[in-house]
């Protein structure tokens, strides 16, 4: 497709989503069940208003129903699901569009999720836009029954083993997907709805309380050194301002987070998304913490100077200014969190490193402690 992106000094091209195929690959066959033509390619409008035509292949009549496909194209986005082909089956029924899964499409199996516990994993986006596109062909057929549609990824289940689906309880397959129909490239606004999924199920098995880690350093220091339960955690990587506003919605009451410095300094200058082509400011917000703790201007500009906050933590301990540097980040991070949350939620957290004589908790909330009680195991 024509649209690109001008994406970290690169103009990358847009795809479309599982959801865009389903739909073109359904109304496909639905045209050719309806009207007997031959079709080579449809046009669907998705969600966002983006018009697409979309190549269909394998179009098979047998046994009163239609089986088309669409071969998935995600662009320049890193997509495991690139290249896939969605096949979609058509048949007639009384009345209505009805909308299944079949080969490699995921059940859902854990309440929470877009779609209720034994439903096809057919989000409610791609179902919309299915929805849509075969009744824009029953419309220009005439035809006044009802269709049924059966979306199928033959290499789903193969693929599921490489995405969250078999954590967040969705068995034998891939999820179908999509809020606009198109790949974004080299977005990363699945991971951000995969992290509010997570959540939501959380919530909804009954959790109160949310661990949030930030990624896996921050997971197994929970695990290994706090010795905390995973049980109600949920891995945020970078997105750590999306955790927070998916457990401020879901109702939450008590949220901490663990995360190594090097992700969590940055919320000492309230950036809450921590990719790095979201800002940096890691060694300016160390020395800004220096400062305060009485750092002198040569120690200033080494820190300046250094490329990874592990770096600058040997500096701190070397001029013995680790303990009041860590105090004043500590009051920067507190401060930018209880931006993010209601007054009723109540947030800590827990920093650490992994490196140096000083390895362990750099500093934590003064209310992570009776945070940590509720995931103790130990």
Not at 68 to 81: M, Q
Not at 83 to 90: K, P
Not at 215 to 244: M, P, W
Not at 367 to 376: E, G, T, V
Request: proline share 3%; with cysteine; hydrophobic share 40%.
């Amino acid at each position: 497709m024509g649209n690109r992106r001008f994406i970290n000094q690169k103009l990358l091209r847009c795809g479309y989503t599982t959801g865009s195929c389903a739909a073109a690959a359904a109304k496909a066959a639905a045209i050719i069940l309806l009207t007997g033509e031959t079709v080579h390619s449809v046009s669907i409008r998705t969600p966002n208003g983006t018009q697409l035509t979309m190549d269909i292949q394998h179009p098979e009549l047998y046994s009163g129903q239609v089986l088309c496909a669409v071969r998935k194209d995600s662009g320049d986005d890193p997509d495991i699901t690139d290249g896939v082909l969605v096949f979609a089956t058509v048949s007639r029924c009384a009345s209505g569009i009805e909308i299944d899964g079949g080969e490699g499409i995921g059940r859902v199996t854990r309440a929470g999720l877009d779609q209720p516990v034994g439903a096809a994993a057919i989000n409610s986006g791609p179902r919309r836009m299915i929805r849509q596109a075969v009744q824009e062909a029953i419309t220009s057929a005439g035809y006044t029954g009802g269709l049924k549609v059966v979306i199928s990824i033959p290499e789903g289940a193969k693929l599921a083993l490489r995405t969250f689906n078999p954590h967040m309880g969705i068995e034998g397959g891939i999820s179908v997907l999509g809020t606009t129909g198109i790949v974004e490239p080299m977005s990363n606004a699945a991971l951000a709805d995969t992290i509010r999924a997570e959540v939501s199920m959380l919530r909804a098995e009954g959790s109160r309380n949310l661990l949030i880690t930030l990624g896996n350093y921050g997971e197994n220091y929970a695990r290994d050194t706090l010795h905390l339960s995973l049980v109600s955690q949920v891995k945020c990587s970078n997105f750590i301002g999306d955790a927070i506003a998916a457990a401020i919605e879901h109702d939450f009451g008590r949220i901490l987070l663990v995360g190594h410095i090097g992700k969590l300094v940055k919320l000492g200058i309230g950036i809450m998304n921590t990719h790095s082509s979201n800002g940096d400011g890691r060694m300016e917000t160390l020395a800004v913490c220096a400062l305060e703790a009485g750092a002198e201007p040569p120690l200033l500009r080494e820190i300046i100077r250094c490329v990874s906050t592990d770096a600058v933590l040997a500096l701190l301990y070397e001029n013995r200014l680790l303990q009041g540097a860590m105090e004043v980040l500590k009051q920067r991070v507190a401060y930018h969190i209880s931006r993010h949350v209601l007054p009723e939620t109540e947030i800590g957290f827990v920093c650490f490193t992994n490196a140096g004589e000083y390895a362990g908790t750099l500093f934590k909330s003064a209310n992570a402690d009776k945070l940590m009680k509720l995931w103790r195991t130990d």
